[in-house]
């Protein structure tokens, strides 16, 4: 079965601080991974996916089959950074998504 | 493009009441999927609508069911309502079908809430 980890609700950090997101996963083949994010009073929007290894917003993932892991980095954190963070992993039909991790960013 | 929109925004029922909420995909998408997010817990797998299909299920019981038109919107039907179906609904649309091909991009919600 798929299943997706995210061990933190909340991450508070303060502002040039760097950020990690916790994500593991549980899948038994090929695995694509997603994460998104919820702004206040936004709708859920991407905001980076495994396979285009892309930079979004100064985030990236790397995707770690070892460790079965898939952790949003980012070096300095930005107070616009401040939102709900989701892992997701896509099976064929379906996003798995995890509990979400509350990221706060301080001044 | 207003992207995925979804109706209504808001809803209250009651117990043993049923309950349509409505989705409009990104012009051009084919592919509808519905997820409930219940507070707290990131959004769970209901269905998936391609072409005018299911192509997918979640766990939920046959209370819930769904159908999508010709014109590629969705509705989402639960029937026989219970508390614990009081949730933010959610409806996600894609070009492609499967959440592995393509990425699916998220309405709004439809906050239910059942008494």
């Known amino acids: 079965a798929q299943r997706v980890t995210q061990p933190e609700k909340l991450l508070s950090v303060f502002k040039g601080a760097p950020v990690e997101l916790k994500c593991n996963y549980s899948?038994?083949?090929?695995?694509?991974l997603f994460w998104y994010v919820q702004y206040s009073r936004q709708r859920l929007q991407l905001l980076l996916r495994?396979?285009s290894r892309e930079s979004i917003k100064g985030f990236t993932a790397d995707l770690n089959k070892g460790e079965t892991s898939f952790h949003l980095k980012k070096p300095f954190a930005q107070e616009e950074d401040s939102a709900m963070y989701y892992c997701?992993?896509?099976?064929?039909?379906?996003?798995?998504f995890g509990k979400g991790t509350m990221l706060l960013v301080s001044p | 493009d207003a992207g995925v929109t979804q109706s209504p925004t808001h809803l209250i029922k009651t117990r043993g009441q049923q309950v349509t909420l409505r989705c409009s995909p990104i012009?051009?998408?084919?592919?509808v999927s519905w997820y409930q997010q219940v507070l707290g817990q990131g959004p769970q797998f209901i269905f998936q609508?391609?072409?005018?299909?299911?192509?997918g299920r979640g766990n939920f019981p046959d209370r819930f069911s769904a159908r999508q038109f010709p014109n590629y919107s969705s509705e989402l039907n639960v029937n026989a309502l219970l508390l614990g179906d009081s949730a933010l609904y959610l409806c996600?649309?894609?070009?492609?079908?499967?959440?592995?091909?393509?990425?699916?991009?998220f309405g709004p919600g439809t906050r239910l809430t059942v008494l």
């Open positions: 996600a649309s894609s070009f492609k079908q499967g959440a592995k091909a393509d990425t699916q991009y």
């Open positions: 899948y038994s083949g090929s695995p694509e």
């Open positions: 495994h396979i």
């Open positions: 997701a992993l896509a099976g064929y039909s379906t996003l798995t």
């Open positions: 012009s051009g998408h084919k592919s």
């Open positions: 609508y391609y072409e005018k299909e299911e192509r």
